[in-house]
DNA sequence: TAATTTAATTATGTCTGACATAATAAATTT
DNA sequence: AAATTTATTATGTCAGACATAATTAAATTA
């Protein structure tokens, strides 16, 4: 008899603990409940009591919840119940210092991807304040000279704007999470490729395209703009 | 005088909490002291010793850690440093009954985004063996009635092959993570749009594009590929 | 009476010390 | 030398206490 069929027969043993039961049982309760943002749990006393188990296990359940953004916990008010914010949760873990470099680079090229992709986005949901503001801030770049020099303020400002146009805050958050890393990965050793001094599509060309051109344009366009980037990945 | 100059005067005052700062304090040891992954931390009660603070609020220090994926802890052997995985980190938090369904829908959103950008990253890695794999799924499919009929598996089966073949895994672990979301947005009420039935860029010609064309091709045949999911989002 | 200050309450934050449990290392037996 | 038993060790769980901050109620003052 086989290993699987055994372990069918007699049933897997539990292995998970005290905290992990608890952990689940309270999001069990909160969905169960529909309990919704804002509403407020019950009390560490009170669960002590409703689930027969230490102060200690019960802190530890809803200190994980509050880790995962599900609850939010301050004196005297107790926990009340929270939409989960991902990236914030993801923020905590995002230390280029401590992330090893395979990862670095993937979040790198996670970040050229999704701007690349996100030209539909910029297209459907652009406002011609949107395109004023996009041409201020590039009237306020300096004027390139013969060789371009990577401005990391203005590279921020402008494609700051355009995760801004998706309007997809999710995407938004994402991008200023990615932000740190993308800096850290373009300056340090990672790559081992130079950046490249050549000038591809500029911001104001993209402009242009997103007044004037199609979604496909813009795509072809960031992507043209990111060649910079690209080149260091591929060969 | 106004208030920032004030509390730039007086100096701001540290709220945060002794697990806050033993937190930090552990995370500054780690890289200081460049442990790598699979080294080895302190006990419970050699740090309880060494920060003077009690075990609990060690231990509640630990526990953030450990959720935030970067130390991995075992009984007797102690915890060691791991490298924290992003997106396992994500996974737990990522309960589509517990996200508010404006959230959702960006998630929605992103995955669409991500999956027209990561083109260049399939021209560019792709192999051989890995189009004889995506013309396979693709023959296993069954024939496109006169009705497109949204097989999931198969959906599912070949977006995984162009993700597996991007070379990224931090990327295809985010897909799979995506995909319950995806999955519960698509069949929810979430999207007010009905699902369009029309058949735009298949599979099938996907491959071919992968085989004969060029990234830029790549691009807008994904692109249109996903019409009915953006057709859902955009009027 | 209204506004302010003070006191009481309450729920989380921190501390201490103890025992349970599981994984390893050491000692023993075969 | 291999297998078994025992001892050790570090995390997991427990219980109860006090500290602290935020809220509410009461008291005071204008």
New binding site residues.
């Given amino acids: 008899m086989d290993i699987e069929q055994l372990t069918e027969k007699i049933g897997r043993i539990d292995k998970s603990?005290?905290?992990d039961k608890v952990e689940f049982k309270l999001i069990e309760f909160f969905v169960t409940k529909q309990l919704k943002p804002g509403d407020s749990l019950p009390?560490?006393?009170e669960l002590t009591d409703a689930l027969k188990?230490?102060?200690?296990?019960i802190?530890?359940a809803l200190l994980r919840l509050r880790l995962m953004g599900l609850i939010d916990?301050?004196?005297?008010?107790?926990?009340i119940l929270t939409s989960p914010d991902l990236v914030s949760i993801l923020e905590r873990s995002m230390n280029p210092r401590i992330l090893d470099d395979s990862t670095l680079k993937e979040i790198f090229e996670m970040r050229l991807a999704l701007e690349v992709g996100m030209a539909d986005f910029i297209m459907e949901r652009v406002t011609p304040l949107d395109i004023a503001a996009l041409k201020f801030i590039v009237d306020a770049e300096p004027q390139a000279t013969e060789r371009h020099i990577f401005q990391i303020e203005h590279e921020i400002k402008f494609h700051g704007k355009l995760y801004e146009i998706t309007g997809n805050s999710t995407m938004k958050k994402f991008q200023k999470l990615l932000l740190p890393v993308f800096d850290y990965v373009h300056s340090s050793g990672i790559l081992s490729k130079p950046v490249s001094e050549r000038r591809f599509v500029s911001h104001r060309e993209i402009v242009d395209i997103i007044e004037n051109g199609s979604a496909e344009m813009l795509r072809n366009g960031i992507r043209n703009h990111l060649e910079n980037h690209f080149s260091r990945l591929f060969k």
Same sequence: chains 1, 2.
């Fill in positions: 603990s005290l905290v009390k560490e006393l188990v230490s102060r200690t296990v802190r530890e916990s301050k004196k005297k008010r107790g926990a």
